[in-house]
């Protein structure tokens, strides 16, 4: 969920916990105990992309988030990060969340969490052009899916 999606009042309070401003390293971050907050504001923090990001990572040097999202929850050995750029395309605020966990069932999320900002864009930018292209040469929507199907799986094939 982007930030402008939020009702005020969650806004109001996912931009007044208590973070660390432009923190280098994890161990900067402050602390917010999530099962404390409201139950809107755990949906909101549940519903941004998760992030895996090395804890050894200096968090200045992380520029590729995308301001328009906003909120970021970051993820590593050390446990869990709400992240709020503030429209920045780095992690300007960072605070750690206490007691958050994620549901291990949902796998999509998971993995979809994972990808890269930059690498999911890419991704999209690809399949798009594609079915521009194959759409312009008069193919159906079942066989361009059907086809991107195909090219996937032999794509994952390749390197499992």
Known sequence: MKAKQLAEEVYEKLTSLNYARKANDFTESGDTYFDNLFQEVQDAIRSF???????????????????DQQFYVFQ???????????????????????????DEDDSIERMEGLIRIADGQ???????????ELTNESFDKEDIKIFLQSKLLQAIEKVL
Do not use: K
């Open 76 to 102: 590593n050995e050390l446990g869990f990060y709400l992240v709020d750029t503030q429209g920045y395309n780095y992690p300007r605020y960072i605070t750690e969340l206490h007691n958050f966990e994620i």
């Open 122 to 132: 890419i991704f999209d930018s690809v399949v798009r052009s594609l079915v521009v």
């Open 49 to 67: 992309p998760i992030s895996y990001v090395d804890h050894r990572e200096d968090l200045m040097d992380i520029d590729n988030l995308d301001g």
